[in-house]
């Protein structure tokens, strides 16, 4: 059974048709790739895989349950994480703070064992060296270059302890370097289990990371299957070459 | 109107009908009152809750220029416009600067313009005093009859004049470059950008247009009914309430909510007593904003 | 915890003991005004410094609070102490009533909705003849009260307490889990809920302490003024200065409403005696216009940035 299984996910905002009857299984453990230009309902997608949008015909289902009707926090304390496109930090919390939230709000709120105040401060630091952010703990976030934000998203992404993570646009904007370092960091949370969805533009990136290539063009999916098959179908070409 | 010791006066033909035509004239006004704002915060998402203070302003000029000069106050709030509409960009301004530059628009820009409301209603109160103002027009008491209907013109005209300001008002929005602009911004300052247009700009205009609509919405109210510096605070409910009851960013829908308003505070100042009047538009608003939110025409 | 509620307890006792040493019943009168104001400003910033939603309706929670006590006056005269469990219950409830239908939308709604609330709440008491209506109720208090004194000592202790609540609540809030959450819904309410923060949950909370906190500071006013009329439960003068207090003295902490509303406080105290009330209130919204432009973080930011400058 996959773990995320969107079936005929359709979103209207007015007249303009922002999905349209997406098909879409993730399997556990998956690296899965969704590109598509600008506009193409990548970010409605994840929206509401989330539950930020409300109001989608067709149904999500996470884990064998059906997710409609849950809140956001209702759905990450089930195990779905995303970032966010631009980074939303909390601006008046420190980095470690920021990182606090979701270990208080998602993990402590499971059923099972609560972290208590040192296993906290613990998981927080784990997670900041993970990122490279260590030495950044007690700083704000608007002491962040914009790498150290998206790092600060992902690892804040991370300490919810999700089984899905939804990466949304984590490397606009970055080096050349800095994209391999959030790909390397992305490959090595899937090898500790979790399953990743990266939304991306930057091609580079989402080859070297996806095991599997989902392709959204105008609410539609047109494309899925292995990254070197789904690159050289001349549907996705047209769509590119087209924008 | 009719209703004797507060207690129901029977359903006569007379009486509802009159109840009717009162309410769709008021609510002709009320559209006036409100086209301002389906601007400010339908379109442009700025909640602007001094607008009734800019209103209320408007009312007060007309009555000083109306009582030195004898100037009709229509007329006099058609020569305001430019520096309503000055003001309006000033104010937008400011708030830009401050607070939506800064993403703070929640918290603090709320308090700028409460704090503006505020300090308007006070500095009305220490220069006019308490006491009622009213204007003198020859419209002012006369009513026309035909068969049981009246149509007092104290209400007819501010209504038509309101309706021809809308009238304006959608043809600059639907017909014009800079109208159909601001339409836009909300939705896509990208595009705006790429055609050569400054989103900020834009928003300062259509917010000095917003403003400049409350000179002659201020004439109006002071022809229907004497001013003085608290009326306005009963505005802000019956402008959000109509709004919201029209779809925001709607303009047609604004007339629609502002007549169905009309209608129902009409009905019940007749057959429950004008004391509570108020309570109506603040009572739709709450009903409208938990039952439904997007309004009868909204998106 | 304990630590700073022994603390307040101890500043309470002496503010009590210093006024009674100076032996003019003013003091108390005048006292009485800003302690409520201290009460009024703290619960506001709990909804509206915390999380970041703003209430312009603070008078219909004050004045819930003291036509509850109106109404259980006539029907039964209970203990003032008893009255503000009341008051605050009645104020608790609208609050929590008010923020289920209003707050699943944005903020500016939920402001536009307090600001409804407060005229439909005037609307009904005007209206209500078993309270006064528009002519007012005459509460009659007594003039003595065994062990104290004079009455107004008494309602002045009875607010010193409930200052020591209020300001106990915010503090205990501010440094708990529960702080972490109001604060990540004042910072990005879309990211808070991503994080697993129950922002809906969090924010009845809120709505419900703070409108409890301003019906429990309303309860013991109809005694305080012995002659109660919609308009001045209803002035406009509570809605400004609950926002005007927390804005003007930092909204980040529990300190900041206590500045700024003994500072606002005082200067209005004066300025009612030398000037009019009506300037008194125009310098009010003007420094509230002032500071949100000018210092947003209040009072209390000025402080922090000039100590975090000289650290550098």
Same mark, same amino acid.
């Given at each position: 059974?996959?773990?995320?299984?969107?079936?005929?996910?359709?979103?209207?905002?007015?007249?303009?048709?922002?999905?349209?009857g997406?098909?879409?299984?993730v399997?556990a453990g998956?690296r899965?790739?969704?590109?598509?230009?600008?506009?193409?309902?990548?970010s409605?997608?994840v929206?509401?895989?989330?539950?930020?949008?409300a109001n989608?015909t067709g149904t999500?289902?996470?884990?064998?349950?059906?997710?409609?009707?849950?809140?956001t926090?209702?759905?990450?304390?089930?195990?779905?994480?995303?970032?966010f496109?631009l980074?939303?930090?909390?601006a008046?919390?420190?980095?470690?703070?920021?990182? &606090?939230?979701?270990?208080?709000?998602?993990?402590?709120?499971?059923?099972?064992p609560?972290?208590?105040?040192?296993e906290?401060?613990?998981?927080c630091?784990?997670?900041l060296?993970?990122?490279?952010?260590?030495?950044?703990?007690?700083?704000?976030?608007?002491?962040?270059?914009?790498?150290?934000? *998206?790092?600060?998203?992902?690892?804040?992404?991370m300490a +919810?302890?999700?089984?899905?993570?939804?990466?949304d646009?984590?490397?606009?904007?970055l080096?050349?370097?800095?994209?391999?370092?959030?790909?390397?960091?992305?490959? &090595?949370?899937?090898?500790r289990?979790i399953?990743?969805?990266?939304?991306?533009h930057?091609?580079?990136?989402?080859?070297?990371?996806?095991?599997?290539?989902?392709?959204?063009?105008?609410?539609?999916?047109?494309?899925d299957?292995?990254?070197?098959v789904?690159i050289?179908?001349?549907?996705?070409e047209?769509a590119?070459?087209?924008? | 109107?009719?209703v004797?010791?507060?207690q129901?006066?029977?359903?006569?033909f007379?009486?509802?009908?009159?109840?009717?035509?009162?309410g769709?004239l =008021?609510?002709?006004?009320?559209?006036?009152?409100?086209?301002?704002?389906?601007?400010s915060f339908?379109i #442009?998402?700025?909640?602007?809750?001094a607008?009734?203070a800019?209103?209320?302003l408007?009312?007060?000029i007309a009555?000083?220029?109306?009582?030195?000069?004898?100037?009709?106050?229509?007329?006099?709030?058609?020569?305001?416009?430019p520096?309503?509409?000055?003001?309006? +960009?000033?104010?937008?301004?400011?708030?830009?600067?401050?607070?939506?530059?800064?993403?703070?628009?929640?918290?603090r820009?709320?308090?700028f313009?409460?704090?503006l409301l505020?300090?308007?209603?006070?500095?009305?109160?220490?220069?006019?005093?308490?006491?009622?103002?009213?204007?003198?027009?020859?419209?002012?008491?006369p009513?026309?009859?035909?068969?049981v209907?009246? %149509?007092?013109?104290r209400?007819?005209?501010?209504?038509?004049?309101?309706?021809?300001?809308?009238?304006?008002?959608?043809?600059?929005?639907?017909?014009?470059?800079?109208?159909?602009?601001?339409?836009?911004?909300?939705?896509?300052?990208?595009?705006?950008r790429?055609?050569?247009?400054?989103p900020? &700009?834009?928003k300062?205009?259509?917010?000095?247009?917003?403003?400049?609509?409350?000179?002659?919405?201020?004439?109006?109210?002071?022809?229907?009914?004497?001013?003085?510096?608290?009326?306005?605070?009963?505005?802000?409910?019956?402008? %959000?309430?109509?709004?919201?009851?029209?779809?925001?960013?709607?303009?047609?829908?604004t007339?629609?909510?502002?007549?169905?308003?009309?209608?129902?505070?009409?009905?019940?100042?007749?057959?429950?007593?004008?004391s509570?009047?108020?309570?109506?538009?603040f009572?739709?608003?709450?009903?409208? =904003?938990?039952?439904?939110?997007?309004g009868?025409?909204?998106? | 915890?304990p630590?700073?509620l022994?603390i307040?307890?101890a500043?309470?006792?002496?503010?009590?003991?210093?006024a009674?040493?100076?032996?003019?019943?003013?003091?108390f009168?005048?006292g009485?005004?800003?302690?409520?104001?201290?009460?009024?400003a703290?619960?506001?910033?709990?909804?509206?410094?915390?999380?970041?939603?703003?209430n312009?309706?603070?008078?219909a929670?004050?004045?819930?609070?003291?036509?509850?006590t109106?109404?259980v006056?006539?029907?039964?005269?209970?203990?003032?102490?008893?009255?503000?469990?009341?008051?605050?219950?009645?104020s608790?409830?609208?609050?929590f009533?008010? @923020?289920?239908?209003?707050?699943?939308?944005?903020?500016?709604?939920?402001?536009?909705?307090?600001?409804?609330?407060?005229?439909?709440?005037?609307?009904?008491?005007?209206?209500?003849?078993?309270?006064?209506?528009?002519?007012g109720?005459?509460i009659?208090?007594?003039?003595?009260?065994?062990?104290? @004194?004079?009455?107004?000592?008494?309602?002045?202790?009875?607010?010193?307490? =409930?200052?020591?609540?209020?300001?106990?609540? +915010?503090r205990?809030?501010? *440094?708990?889990?529960l702080?972490y959450g %109001?604060?990540?819904?004042?910072d990005?309410?879309?990211?808070?809920?991503?994080?697993?923060?129950?922002?809906l949950?969090?924010?009845?909370?809120?709505?419900?302490?703070?409108?409890?906190?301003?019906?429990?500071?309303?309860a !013991?006013?109809?005694?305080?003024?012995?002659?109660? /009329?919609?308009?001045?439960?209803f002035g406009?003068?509570?809605?400004?200065?609950?926002?005007?207090?927390p804005?003007?003295?930092?909204?980040?902490s529990?300190?900041? !409403?206590?500045i700024?509303?003994i500072l606002?406080?005082?200067?209005? /105290?004066?300025?009612?005696?030398?000037?009019?009330?009506?300037?008194?209130? =125009?310098?009010?919204?003007?420094?509230?216009?002032g500071?949100?432009?000018?210092a947003?973080?209040g009072?209390?930011?000025?402080?922090?940035?000039? #100590?975090?400058? *000289?650290?550098?």
């Open positions: 059974m996959p773990l995320l299984e969107v079936s005929r996910l359709s979103k209207r905002f007015g007249g303009f048709v922002a999905l349209d997406i098909d879409l299984a399997a998956e899965v790739g969704l590109i598509g230009p600008n506009g193409s309902g990548k409605t997608l929206n509401c895989v989330c539950g930020t949008l989608a999500v289902r996470f884990d064998g349950a059906e997710m409609d009707g849950l809140t926090h209702e759905r990450t304390r089930r195990g779905i994480a995303r970032s496109q980074p939303r930090p909390f008046t919390l420190t980095v470690a703070d920021n990182l &606090r939230v979701p270990l208080l709000y998602t993990v402590n709120a499971r059923s099972g609560t972290l208590t105040p040192a906290l401060d613990a998981r630091a784990e997670l060296a993970l990122v490279g952010l260590g030495d950044k703990a007690t700083r704000l976030p608007r002491d962040l270059t914009q790498v150290e934000m *998206r790092k600060l998203e992902l690892a804040r992404a +919810a302890d999700p089984k899905l993570l939804m990466a646009e984590s490397m606009a904007g080096s050349h370097s800095e994209v391999d370092d959030i790909v390397t960091l992305l490959v &090595r949370l899937n090898e289990g399953t990743i969805v990266l939304i991306e930057i091609m580079r990136a989402v080859m070297k990371f996806s095991q599997r290539l989902v392709v959204l063009v105008s609410g539609k999916k047109i494309a299957g292995k990254p070197d789904v050289r179908d001349p549907e996705v047209r590119y070459i087209g924008q | 109107m009719p004797r010791g507060g129901r006066v029977g359903l006569s007379d009486l509802v009908i009159n109840a009717l035509i009162a769709i =008021l609510g002709g006004f009320y559209a006036a009152v409100t086209i301002g704002v389906s601007i339908g #442009l998402d700025i909640v602007n809750i607008h009734p800019f209103i209320i408007g009312s007060y009555y000083i220029i109306n009582a030195r000069l004898g100037i009709d106050p229509i007329l006099i709030s058609i020569t305001m416009l520096a309503f509409y000055v003001l309006g +960009a000033g104010v937008y301004q400011i708030y830009y600067e401050s607070f939506e530059r800064r993403g703070q628009e929640a918290l820009g709320l308090s313009f409460f704090g505020f300090v308007t209603e006070v500095s009305l109160i220490l220069v006019f005093g308490v006491d009622y103002r009213y204007v003198e027009a020859p419209y002012i008491g009513s026309w009859h035909i068969g209907m009246d %149509f007092p013109l209400m007819l005209v501010p209504c038509l004049a309101a309706l021809a300001m809308f009238g304006a008002l959608e043809l600059f929005m639907s017909r014009t470059f800079l109208g159909r602009a601001i339409a836009a911004v909300a939705q896509d300052q990208l595009a705006l790429l055609m050569g247009a400054s900020i &700009r834009i300062r205009i259509a917010f000095g247009i917003s403003i400049a609509t409350t000179a002659v919405a201020g004439a109006l109210l002071i022809i229907i009914q004497p001013v003085e510096p608290s009326v306005g605070r009963e505005y802000i409910g019956r402008v %959000f309430a109509i709004c919201v009851l029209g779809g925001l960013g709607s303009l047609p829908g007339v629609i909510g502002a007549m169905l308003l009309g209608i129902l505070e009409s009905f019940t100042a007749t057959f429950y007593g004008p509570w009047a108020p309570a109506v538009a009572g739709v608003l709450l009903l409208t =904003l938990a039952f439904r939110p997007a009868l025409l909204g998106r | 915890m630590l700073f022994v307040l307890i500043a309470a006792a002496l503010v009590f003991g210093g009674r040493l100076i032996g003019n019943d003013y003091v009168f005048a009485y005004t800003v302690l409520q104001f201290i009460v009024l703290t619960a506001w910033n709990i909804l509206g410094g915390y999380t970041g939603y703003v312009f309706g603070s008078a929670f004050f004045a819930l609070g003291a036509y509850a109106v109404f006056h006539k029907t039964y005269p209970l203990p003032i102490p008893l009255l503000i469990v009341i008051g605050g219950a009645v608790a409830v609208v609050g009533g008010m @923020g289920y239908l209003t707050l699943r939308l944005r903020g500016a709604f939920f402001a536009i909705a307090t600001l409804a609330l407060a005229v439909v709440l005037q609307t009904l008491v005007v209206n209500w003849d078993y309270v006064g209506g528009s002519r109720a005459y009659i208090r007594p003039n003595e009260v065994a062990l104290i @004194g004079p009455y107004i000592q008494y309602l002045f202790l009875l607010m010193l307490a =409930l200052v020591v609540i209020a300001l106990t609540t +915010a205990g809030i501010e *440094r708990s889990q702080g %109001f604060a990540t819904i004042r990005d309410e879309l990211a808070a809920e991503a994080c697993g923060v129950p922002t949950r969090l924010k009845l909370i809120a709505t419900t302490l703070s409108g409890g906190l301003m019906g429990m500071a309303g !013991p006013f109809p005694y305080y003024i012995g002659y109660l /009329q919609p308009s001045s439960a406009l003068e509570y809605a400004v200065n609950s926002i005007a207090m804005m003007i003295g930092g909204t980040t529990w300190v900041g !409403p206590l700024g509303a606002l406080g005082s200067l209005q /105290q004066i300025a009612t005696v030398t000037i009019s009330s009506a300037v008194n209130l =125009l310098i009010v919204g003007l420094l509230l216009v500071f949100v432009i000018i947003p973080n009072i209390v930011g000025l402080v922090q940035d000039r #100590l975090r400058a *000289r650290s550098k």
